[in-house]
Nanobody, 118 residues
Framework: VQLQASGGGLAQPGGSLRLSCAAS????????IGWFRQAPGKEREGVSC????????HDADSVKGRFTFSRDKRRNTVYLQMNRLKPEDTAVYFC????????????WGQGTQVTVSS
């Protein structure tokens, strides 16, 4: 499985960014796929995950109502639309594969930096 995240950058508070993750050699029916983030000095935080069993998404409370996870199976790509960004969203974001959205990530690709600052 190869996962390549992109789309990070600098945004102002209240702004938006869309992250993309291109997945290759990924078995959609077997693995769940999602995003986690890592900020300096903080623990890894799961952001959003789409379950392989039924396609439902599970969002962290900190991003509910602001971030939207979507998938384009034809393009083997998932997206994380991030709206109403806050400075505390600043982190490196990673796209990851999971056996279950309730468990830890199995593997992930290179992350993409998101910085929210005025």
């Amino acid at each position: 499985v190869q996962l390549q995240a992109s789309g990070g950058g600098l945004a102002q508070p209240g702004g938006s960014l869309r992250l993309s993750c291109a997945a290759s050699r990924f078995t959609w029916d077997y693995y769940s796929i999602g995003w986690f983030r890592q900020a300096p000095g903080k623990e890894r935080e799961g952001v959003s995950c789409m379950s392989s069993s039924d396609g439902t998404t599970h969002d962290a409370d900190s991003v509910k109502g602001r971030f939207t996870f979507s998938r384009d199976k034809r393009r083997n790509t998932v997206y994380l639309q991030m709206n109403r960004l806050k400075p505390e969203d600043t982190a490196v974001y990673f796209c990851a594969a999971y056996v279950s959205c309730n468990g830890p990530p199995l593997g992930w690709g290179q992350g993409t930096q998101v910085t929210v600052s005025s």
